[in-house]
């Protein structure tokens, strides 16, 4: 049974409109996939090279298994962001003698052909012949190899169990990533040592063959989280319930009624992001904007006082910005499918992209409070932020919602973020331009005569005056607006 599930889904695919209009772009993205597996197999051939160049008095076994854990954590970020949910039309088999098990374990199981499961074995199958079993021998190559295995298994199957559970319970969600994140800091701060930690839990498996017992057990578990969430959550009774439950959670505050017509377009919008999974997706990606600088501040007081500023300002501009420049670049393109309803409304379109602009603001105000922290690496850091917030809210917000108006294409919103580059056109790359050389041409003139700070105090001037001007750019934005309306409207009407 679960193989013809799987001929089903096969044929499904294979039949659809999607896939055959977008055959070429998935050969291009079969291709660049190729070059990452070869540079992944390279990296593996290599790896002792490598490691001799990091640390050449230090064990390479033992090196190597103090980034495993780093790695470990890095995937299931990475699958979080990036692995879609299987997807299997239940309706249409509940109704047939077929198992309930059988559908949910073809659910499960599929997820393990993700190509996330086999990408590392393409850097471990050299490390095992290079150096695991010269340093540990053959048998115990083979326990250390299963240990990881099965802990990938286990990634995939935690990750897929977590992004079910996001809509059922996003707390318990939250808090799993909040512990993991207070790790990474940690490690981060010097308070606790994930490699020393690392290093000598996938030492000990090696070490003590039954202790593989313990990887198995966890990815039983993750399995069994799957199996009986989804046997709880198979009914459409039950899919319809959480729906309504959604729906009822998300009415509008009491502050966004009292802004009349703007804070019910603002209420609109905050529902679209909550209830579609490509927009969900960009939520979920919010705490890389924010955390980046932690990655880069602690590493850049090495680097020149000039790079240095350079480099602030772009982290600046991202951690500021980058949530708010993927709301204003697809401003428009996300309400395609019901474009044609707000052209029939007798709706203020000024008062429309003022919205828009109090939301890209709002996002971009929440995430420079979040970044506030970073005050403890230093007072400049702080400087700089503020500067390229003022720039983003008093320039670039402006500058994206007005290139957001040449954008003609469509976005379904059903389909995840994760590979998918529909609705991206030439206008989507043009904006892109002032978000991250703007601010340094402005920059460059400043350093060049030895005043950096008063560049960068300039270009936070400039977002001040852009905020007093704020009504002027709105009215050029919305005249733009009414002359693209009827274009947006007809290539929003082409089906994917």
Partial sequence: MILRFFLLQIKAATRSLVWQKNLALNLVIGFFLFLFAAYLLMLGLFIKQI??????????????????LYYFVGDLLIRFLMQSLPILTIESFLHLPVKKASIINYMIGRTAFDVFNYLPLLILTPVIFTIVVPYVGGFH???????????IGCNNFLVVFLKRLLGVKPLFVAAFAAGIIALVISDRLGLISLSGISSGVFGFFPEHPMAIILPLIWLIAT?????????????????????????????????????????SIISVEFKLYLRNKRTKTMLYMAPLFILYGL?????????????????????GVFMT???????????????????????TKNIDFTQYIRAKFYIAVLISTICYILTIPYL???????????????????????????????????????????????????????????A?????????????????????????????????????????????????????????????
Avoid: C
């Fill in 51 to 68: 490691l001799n160049e990091i640390a050449p008095h230090k064990d390479h076994y033992v090196l190597f298994n103090g980034f495993l």
């Fill in 376 to 434: 403890l690496f230093g007072f400049r850091i702080l400087l700089i932020n503020t500067a390229m917030y003022l720039y983003n809210i008093g320039i670039l917000a402006f500058i994206l919602i007005y290139i957001a108006t040449y954008n003609k294409k469509r976005i379904d919103l059903s389909r995840g973020g994760a590979f998918n580059y529909q609705g991206i056109g030439a206008s989507n790359y043009l904006a892109l331009i002032p």
């Fill in 223 to 263: 399995y069994s989280m799957q199996y009986y969430f989804l046997q709880i959550h198979l009914y459409p009774e039950e899919i319809q319930k959480k729906k309504s439950e959604q729906v009822q959670d998300h009415t509008e505050s009491q502050i966004l009624k009292s802004m009349g017509l703007i804070g």
């Fill in 295 to 315: 990655m880069v501040y602690p590493e850049a007081t090495s680097y020149h006082e000039n790079k240095q500023e350079i480099l602030y300002m772009l982290i």
């Fill in 436 to 496: 991250f050389l703007l601010p340094f041409l402005i920059f460059l003139p400043f350093r060049y005569f030895g005043h950096p700070y008063w560049g960068i105090a300039f270009t936070g001037l400039l977002g001040l005056t852009g905020l007093f001007l704020s009504e002027y750019f709105i009215r050029m934005i919305t005249n733009s607006f009414h002359r693209r309306k009827y274009i947006m409207s007809a290539s929003f009407r082409q089906r994917l």
């Fill in 141 to 151: 190559a083979v326990i250390w190899i299963l240990t990881l295995l099965m802990l």
């Fill in 321 to 343: 910005g980058g949530l708010m420049l993927n709301y204003a670049n697809y401003a428009f393109g996300y309400e395609s499918a019901y474009f044609d309803g707000l052209l």
